[in-house]
């Protein structure tokens, strides 16, 4: 299935033949512009036509790349270990999966949106 456009969404050729190569080689595709120019709304619109599930992680000026991927919460677990709690031997309740991880552990290929990246922290 190629990527042409929507009824709410007019897309240029260079931006369908992008999408469709990023599809293609399954290789992500940076968009870049100013705010309002349609970067979301492209990301929306290529999920529904091409029937792929939308991830979204935005990002805020305290946002580190690592939570992309898992955040440990290792106070909940000291305090759980401190109570006698037997979920404290299995770690994997204290870690909460990412947006990448969601994307990366996806049975089937996601369009993944990463908004405001460039709020980030330069690190």
Do not use: C
């Not at 999408?19 to 100013?34: D, S």
């Amino acid at each position: 299935m190629k990527f042409t456009g929507t009824d709410s969404y007019v897309s240029t050729d260079d931006l369908s033949m992008a999408v469709n190569a990023a599809v293609t080689l399954q290789r992500p595709l940076l968009i870049k512009g100013e705010p309002g120019t349609g970067k979301t709304l492209l990301a929306e619109q290529v999920a529904e036509s091409m029937g792929k599930t939308l991830i979204q992680w935005h990002i805020k000026s305290t946002t580190k790349a690592q939570q992309g991927l898992y955040e440990y919460d290792a106070v909940s677990r000291l305090r759980d270990s401190q109570l006698g709690n037997e979920k404290v031997k299995d770690i994997s309740n204290y870690i909460r999966k990412g947006k990448l991880w969601e994307a990366f552990a996806a049975d089937e290929q996601v369009v993944l949106l990463i908004d405001e990246i460039d709020k980030a922290d330069i690190e």
